[in-house]
């Protein structure tokens, strides 16, 4: 832990700490790890983990970037580690149940599969650069990040609403929600082929950088379309919502528990049982880990990867957007109804809940981004942009190989 206060005041008597998770990993005794750092911290540790052949317990989401989950899906693979993506709902055998249901197509062809991250927050304010605690290590709390220079509002938690170290709510909270919309797709999808996101961040004048409201698509190679919201400003009667939401085809839809048919019909959700490795996401790790098999993971690298790439492609869309005001077509859905719908929801709130003005809603409006899913680039208009957000500058310290010299 970068913080020394951490290691010098550990619950576990005789615990080795260091600060230095390469020291660490020379331990020959050691036969895992369990990372819950920064997420700009995340795939560097799978990588050197991989690299010193232990096995991986990686909290969401398991990439900060694109590039650097490719990598750790490499050093998975070549290494042979077990490494098991903090999504909880994956060893969830529920939640499980019901996307072998929706696999099964008992309810039709999925549609749009929606996911919500809508939790109240509040502003960080703004904190003044300064010199690092005598308690932090600071070198190594940074790492691979390119940060020029310490305020308060890294340490310990709001590093999340910065480019450099976090990804916003869409891939903190709502990497869980996420990968719930990406594995209730049709299995053997990869990459969306193109996505785009609209949003902002309203109302707190504070140090964050990244959007505390977010409407944003991605659609698949076989038409599947994934729909998410971030909503973090709260107010008095602010509707919580994290979960998801399955359209179909045919116009029905399970919200919640519950499968609406086309004509109205309630029923619960039910299916045959999903196989999954008992114990809960820990449990499940630790099992897998003693029985040296990697496929009893129930969230592996693999899967942590292609649901972090969803967040991060709609999340680069948002960067690269330009600042318009609100208008009827803001959100450029074309025929889409069902996406002018949910986008003008998240507008209606701002304005009827938070208190933003109509006349004064400027919203980030992202451009749709295609993407190829064979070579994880952007193609076709402002892909150079968007490529150069495939990759974070990094430290030289603490660069990376390609996935094919991992």
Same mark, same amino acid.
């Given at each position: ?42 795939? =560097? ?39 098991? =993506? ?25 549609? #749009? ?62 990497? =869980? ?67 998801? &939401? ?58 942590? =990867? ?6 991060? #492609? ?21 025929? &889409? ?70």
């Amino acid at each position: 832990d970068a913080d020394r206060r951490r290691i010098s005041h550990g619950d576990v008597p005789n615990a080795k700490g260091t600060t230095e998770l390469s020291k660490a990993l020379e331990d020959k005794n050691l036969d895992a790890i369990s990372v819950a750092s920064p997420n700009h911290w995340h795939s =560097h540790s799978v990588i050197l983990a991989a690299q010193a052949g232990k096995h991986c317990y990686v909290e969401k989401p398991a990439s900060h970037d694109i590039y650097e989950g490719r990598v750790a899906l490499a050093a998975t693979k070549k290494y042979g580690v077990i490494v098991q =993506h903090g999504t909880q709902q994956r060893s969830s055998q529920g939640r499980a149940d019901m996307i072998k249901a929706i696999h099964s197509g008992k309810y039709g062809k999925l549609a #749009v599969s929606h996911g919500f991250c809508c939790k109240p927050r509040n502003g960080i304010g703004h904190k003044p650069v300064e010199s690092p605690p005598d308690w932090l290590d600071w070198k190594q709390w940074c790492g691979p990040a390119v940060i020029d220079q310490y305020h308060g509002n890294f340490v310990h938690y709001n590093w999340h609403w910065f480019w450099a170290t976090g990804n916003g709510d869409l891939n903190n909270q709502g990497t =869980h929600e996420l990968d719930v919309a990406y594995w209730a797709l049709e299995p053997g999808l990869t990459a969306p082929i193109r996505a785009m996101a609209i949003g902002g961040r309203f109302v707190w004048d504070d140090q964050g950088e990244t959007p505390n409201t977010m409407f944003a698509i991605a659609e698949y190679p076989n038409g599947q379309k994934v729909f998410f919201n971030v909503r973090n400003v709260n107010y008095d009667g602010y509707p919580r919502e994290v979960k998801n &939401d399955f359209y179909f085809e045919d116009g029905g839809k399970i919200l919640g528990n519950t499968y609406i048919s086309p004509s109205g019909e309630r029923q619960p959700v039910q299916g045959e049982r999903a196989e999954i490795t008992p114990g809960g996401t820990f449990g499940s790790f630790v099992a897998a880990c003693r029985a040296n098999d990697p496929s009893m993971i129930n969230g592996d690298m693999e899967v942590a =990867h292609y649901s972090c790439l969803l967040g991060h #492609v709609m999340n680069n869309s948002y960067r690269i957007g330009k600042k318009v005001p609100f208008n009827a077509k803001a959100g450029r859905f074309g025929d &889409d109804a069902l996406a002018y719908e949910e986008f003008m929801k998240v507008h209606e709130i701002m304005r009827d809940g938070v208190g933003v003005p109509e006349d004064r809603a400027e919203y980030i409006v992202g451009p749709w981004l295609t993407f190829d899913p064979a070579t994880e680039q952007f193609i076709g208009e402002q892909a150079d942009q968007a490529n150069q957000l495939l990759r974070d500058p990094r430290t030289p310290e603490f660069d990376i190989p390609t996935p094919e010299n991992v």
